[in-house]
């Protein structure tokens, strides 16, 4: 069995930092994914909720603010709960385990970014999540 999905959208808005009563981070945000296609010449979306959780979610609380470029890894999961008029409300949702970012900056840093690589996920020692400062000589291409 295989449950994988790798997105590449921009926030919606910005994450929503929440901690479990173990004290335990989460972080919750959507990503607009641009559909392949268009409908009538316009461009369409996909808004998709994405959970992240521990130093992934803390560094998406920090790093990340609505209209940033990011790349999502992680696997799509369905819950369901009650709601408060007794209802049953299905879920689906993207949890990712790495997170990329793709255009970086602070908060207060409007413009599009200097570093284009960035990011946090479990799974790399080497990453951070820190922005990299490199200059156009540097790269080989």
């Not at 408060?84 to 599009?112: I, K, M, Q």
Request: aromatic share 8%.
């Amino acid at each position: 069995m295989l449950n994988r999905t790798i997105l590449i959208g921009r926030l919606t808005k910005d994450p929503e930092l929440r901690h479990t009563s173990n004290g335990t981070a989460t972080t919750s945000f959507t990503i607009a994914v641009d559909r392949p296609f268009q409908t009538n010449g316009k461009k369409e979306a996909d808004f998709i909720p994405v959970v992240t959780w521990r130093q992934t979610a803390e560094a998406c609380a920090n790093y990340l603010s609505k209209g940033k470029l990011v790349a999502v890894e992680g696997r799509i999961q369905i819950r369901n709960y009650e709601n408060n008029e007794g209802r049953r409300v299905y879920v689906t949702e993207v949890v990712a385990d790495n997170v990329r970012f793709l255009e970086f900056g602070n908060r207060e840093d409007s413009g599009s970014g200097t570093g284009e690589r960035g990011g946090y996920g479990g799974r790399r020692d080497d990453d951070d999540g820190l922005p990299i400062d490199i200059s156009d000589d540097d790269l080989p291409f």
